[in-house]
């Protein structure tokens, strides 16, 4: 059975507050890994895809790195909205199936 | 146009009922999914369609019957549910199987009594 975990379960912050977020999956017969944001009722957004070890993606104030070979990845949020309040899921994709395993998510309460 | 629909957004349904949820894209991908998502739970991979054809089944009972009409279109058709199968059911396409983000659309809330 192939475990995606992710800690913590949830953050509560400050806006202006920086923080992040970890996903750990296996280290072996790794393909990439998928990082989503999920809004309430709304359909889960891609943010990123990451391939090759030692990856750093970046979008507007929101940013991932990768290790494949201890099996973790961050995502860092710079000076958190309201509007990043979501939960924030991280997916595995296995070389040997290519199906994506998701963690639980991280969710994050941004208050004004 | 990135946006991945499903029909319809709930859906209440007996035990004895025949019911489909929808899904549509027109990306061009040729990969399509279903997962089922209960509370506070990650979501779960149902099935898997690649050039329209069925790829990955997880072992998910007959009760759930998937179809792919077209490479646009994916169908879950529900048949004798029960209440434990009471989730929110979410359809993704990709460009293939193997690569690329998986696009989602915004789930059919599903409660059967």
């Known amino acids: ?112 | 146009d990135t946006e991945v629909t499903q029909t319809p957004k709930h859906l209440v349904m007996g035990m004895t009922n025949k019911k489909s949820l929808k899904c549509e894209q027109h990306m061009g991908h040729r990969a399509m999914y279903w997962y089922k998502q209960k509370a506070k739970k990650p979501p779960e991979l149902m099935f898997v369609y690649s050039y329209e054809k069925l790829s990955i089944n997880e072992s998910v009972p007959s009760r759930f019957s998937p179809e792919c009409p077209n490479s646009s279109l994916l169908n879950l058709h529900l048949h004798a549910l029960q209440p434990e199968d009471s989730a929110l059911y979410l359809c993704a396409s990709s460009q293939d199987r193997l690569t690329g983000t998986q696009y989602f659309g915004p789930g059919t809330r599903l409660l059967v009594l």
Request: net charge neutral.
């Open chain 1, 1 to 112: 059975i192939l475990n995606v975990e992710q800690s913590p379960q949830s953050l509560h912050v400050q806006e202006g507050d920086s923080t992040n977020f970890t996903c750990s999956f296996p280290s072996s017969n790794f393909y990439a890994l998928h990082w989503y944001r999920w809004e309430t009722a709304k359909s889960p957004e891609a943010l990123f895809v990451m391939t090759l070890n030692g990856d750093e993606k970046k979008k507007g104030r929101i940013s991932a790195t990768l290790n494949t070979k201890e099996g973790y990845s961050y995502l860092y949020i710079k000076g958190s909205q309201p509007e990043d309040s979501a939960t924030y899921l991280c997916a595995f994709a296995s070389s040997n199936t290519g199906k994506l395993i998701f963690g639980q998510g991280t969710t994050l309460q941004v208050k004004p």
